[in-house]
C-alpha cells in the first residue's frame, strides 16, 4: 500500500513538472501576466490620484485590491487551462501513450493540478516582485492583510484549478471543454449581477410574479456560492478586507475542501469516461 502511494506520489509529480516545465514555455502566460500587471498597474494609478484628493484614510490597503484583481486575472487564466487539460492530452494521443506506463487516474488528475498549482505559484512569485516594487514607487506600505491575502491566494486559486480540471474531465472535446467553461462562468456571472440588482430594487410590495423571481434568484444566488470558484475568491478577499481571523482561516477551510471534493470528482468521471477519444 505504502509503495503503491509513493509510486503514484512519483509519477503524479513527473506529470506535474513535466507540464510545469511546458507551461512555462507557453505563449499565453507572458500575455495574461502582462495584462494583469497592467490592469493592477491603472488601479494603483487611480489610488495614487485619490490619496492626493482625500488622503491616505481613503485608501487604507492600497494595494490589496490591485493585488486581487491580479489573482482574479489569472486564476481565470488557469481556470480555462486547466479546463483543457485532459481533453488536449486527449484530442493529442498522448493520454494513451500516458497509460501504457505506471500511470493511473488518480496519479494523472493530480499530476494535473499540481502543474497548475505551480504555475500559479511562480506567477504569485512575479507578482509579488511587482508589487514590492510598486511599493517602493508610490510609498504604500506593503501591510500584513497583503501577505496574509499572498498565502490565502494559493488557497483560492487551488479551487479555481479544480474546477477547471473538472471541467474537463466531463468532457472529451476540447471546443466542448471551453464552451463549457465560458457558458457556466456567464452563467455565474449573471446570477450573481441579477442578485445584486434586485437587492438594490424596493422589494416592500412586490408583485406575485417579482417575489417568486426574487425568491429562485436567491436559491440559484446560493447555489453559485457554493458551485463557483470564483464565490471564494469574493469571500477571501471579504474575510482580508475585515481583518477577520475567523474569516480568513474559514476561507482557507472551504477552498481547501471545494478543491478536494471537485478532484475526488474528476478522478471519479474521468475514470469512467476512459483514456481513449
Known amino acids: 500500500m505504502k509503495a503503491h502511494l509513493h509510486q503514484r506520489w512519483h509519477v503524479a509529480k513527473l506529470i506535474s513538472l513535466r507540464g510545469l516545465r511546458s507551461g512555462l514555455r507557453g505563449a499565453v502566460l507572458p500575455f495574461a501576466l502582462t495584462f494583469a500587471f497592467l490592469f493592477a498597474a491603472v488601479l494603483i494609478a487611480g489610488n495614487v490620484g485619490q490619496l492626493g484628493q482625500e488622503g491616505l484614510l481613503a485608501i487604507p490597503r492600497p494595494l490589496t485590491y490591485p493585488f486581487f484583481s491580479v489573482v482574479y486575472i489569472l486564476s481565470f487564466y488557469l481556470a480555462l487551462a486547466g479546463a483543457l487539460a485532459i481533453v488536449r492530452d486527449r484530442d493529442r494521443g498522448t493520454m494513451e501513450t500516458l497509460f501504457y506506463g505506471p500511470v493511473d487516474e488518480v496519479s494523472y488528475i493530480f499530476g ?43 488557497f483560492l486559486a487551488a479551487g479555481v484549478i479544480a474546477f477547471g480540471i473538472f471541467i474537463s474531465s ?8 471551453v464552451v463549457l467553461f465560458l457558458v457556466l462562468m456567464l ?9 445584486q440588482s434586485l437587492a438594490n430594487i424596493d422589494l416592500s410590495n412586490p408583485s406575485a410574479g417579482l417575489a ?22 469574493s469571500g477571501g478577499l471579504r474575510a482580508v478586507d475585515l481583518a477577520s481571523t475567523g474569516q480568513y482561516v474559514l476561507s482557507l477551510v472551504k477552498a481547501t475542501v471545494y478543491a ?17 477519444k
Open 112 to 154: 494535473r493540478f499540481f502543474e497548475h498549482l505551480l504555475l500559479f505559484i511562480a506567477m504569485l512569485v512575479l507578482t509579488i516582485i511587482f508589487f514590492l516594487l510598486a511599493s517602493l514607487i508610490t510609498r504604500f506600505a506593503i501591510t500584513v492583510q497583503f501577505w496574509q491575502a499572498c498565502l490565502l491566494s494559493v
Open 170 to 177: 466531463i468532457t472529451k472535446r476540447t471546443i466542448n471543454a
Open 187 to 195: 452563467l455565474f456571472m449573471g446570477i450573481q449581477i441579477t442578485q
Open 212 to 233: 417568486l423571481a426574487v425568491k429562485v434568484i436567491t436559491f440559484l444566488g446560493k447555489v453559485v456560492s457554493w458551485v463557483s470558484p470564483f464565490s471564494y475568491l
Open 260 to 276: 478536494l471534493v471537485l478532484q475526488g470528482a474528476s478522478i471519479y468521471f474521468f475514470q469512467r469516461r476512459g483514456v481513449r
